[in-house]
């Protein structure tokens, strides 16, 4: 199955998977390319550092990767706010139960009762894209929750993101809106985690092997229960310590920006010392910095719906058998 892999091509892999188990965020699991400042739009990307293995050898242990032949994205933006969840983060980023109702206390123009609409995702279908092929998920109000990708052979050609030839990264681009922290709330910033799949092997005939595809998200669901696909063997207690998920954070621009050739200045939007509702906002004992850190991850039922690739013609969806489950 696995093809035989020289000395020199394991010692890539080892360089690979020593940057995988430092850091876990560039050039190792999946991951979103840039940190983002409030208030700026722009364009953004995953970064696919590695294809797929099994959890049964561990992350850093050289072995073959395969190539991702699609890979899927779900971002927590619907409009029904019960398909995100939105936690505050206590200091060492551990989620703080239960989590909130909606973003509306802490983000302009999310009003209650709605979701994180302002997050404000386009797509990329062109120009260095990470596969020929790409589909938009298009939910009922005009929204796009994300997008399934892979390479050809239907409709267009195009290569898998190679990784038993030499270890690489791909990119996969989005856009994504200006978000404006509320000037009465006490977040520092917002981390969007981003639900994302990598396929690596089709069909039902791939569906007992462990290294057919990589989720990257903080745990498994009633659809992705299979936790050798997870970005490690044990699962997370969210009680005790911060999941894995593909995050953009987003700062909030409390020290303000100078003008320059370019841009006018930008005012600052410092923490307050209370908010709205007049309770003092958390001042960190060691740094001294004010405020706390939000986190919004798609729910489980979201996850479900739209993380697998349909099947279905393009552009309703990829060709052939399902990619999963
Ligand atoms: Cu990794």
Known sequence: MKEFKSVKKLALYSVATVLCVAGQSAFAH?????????????YNAFTIGHGCSTNAVAEGTPTAHENVIAMSAVFPNAADPSLAKVYQLDAKGIQIEPALADLSDHIVGVTPGVGFTKLGVGLVTGGGTLFANIIPTIDATGAIRGYHTWAGPKPFV?????????????????????????????????????????????????????????????????????????????????????????????????????????????????????????????????????GFDLAIEPADADIDANLPIPNAPYPMGAPGAKYFP
């Open 158 to 290: 195009s290569a898998p993101l190679e990784e038993s030839i030499v270890s690489t990264t791909g990119l996969s681009p989005f856009k994504y809106g200006s978000v404006q922290f509320n000037p009465k709330s006490c977040a520092k910033s917002l981390k969007v985690r981003v639900a994302v799949a990598n396929w690596c092997r089709q069909g039902p005939a791939s569906k007992k092997l462990a290294d057919r595809l990589d989720v990257w998200m903080g745990h498994t669901t009633a659809v992705f229960k299979d936790q050798a696909t997870m970005p490690r063997d044990i699962p997370y207690n969210a009680a005790t310590e911060a999941p894995f998920w593909p995050t953009m954070t987003i700062y909030r621009n409390t020290t303000g920006t100078p003008a320059t050739a370019t841009a006018a200045a930008v005012a600052a939007n410092p923490v307050p010392d209370t908010d709205a509702n007049g309770v003092a906002c958390p001042v960190d004992a060691v740094t001294g910095v004010k």
């Open 30 to 42: 999946t991951g979103i390319r840039d940190k983002v400042t409030e208030g700026v739009s722009g």
